[in-house]
């Protein structure tokens, strides 16, 4: 059985950091593009930060030097570090995993498994 169970959300005020973990198992997580999305209220939910299947970190533009991404490999699990959150950062934080060919983009769409999202409200 796959399980992405993330944890870790919560209410922080802005300029304030939070970080997300993820412990993922049942599938090959050494062989998965493994990473977060999120969904705002009334937005579509959009990619965040993942390891592509080359191991190479991806952002979201708006993220950029503000959230990093990192991986434990024995332990299968991924963690979020977000600092200087601002409040338009608010949203349900989705752990995910998806098998991409190498070259390929990970879209929503192409997205294997999903994990139960995890809440971050940021406050002005």
């Known amino acids: 059985e796959v399980q992405l169970q993330a944890s870790g959300g919560g209410l922080v005020q802005a300029g304030g950091s939070l970080r997300l973990s993820c412990a993922a198992s049942g599938f090959p997580f050494a062989h998965y593009a493994i990473g977060w999305f999120r969904q705002a209220p009334e937005k579509a939910r959009e990619g965040v930060a993942c390891f592509n299947s080359e191991n190479v970190t991806n952002y979201l533009n708006s993220v950029k030097g503000r959230f990093t991404i990192s991986r434990h490999s024995t332990e299968h699990t991924v963690y979020l570090q977000m600092s200087s959150l601002k409040p338009e950062d608010t949203a349900v934080y989705y752990c995910?995993?998806?098998?991409?060919?190498?070259?390929?983009?990970?879209?929503?769409?192409?997205?294997?498994?999903w994990g139960r999202g995890t809440q971050v409200t940021v406050s002005s």
């Open positions: 995910a995993a998806a098998w991409i060919p190498s070259g390929s983009t990970w879209s929503v769409g192409s997205t294997d498994y």
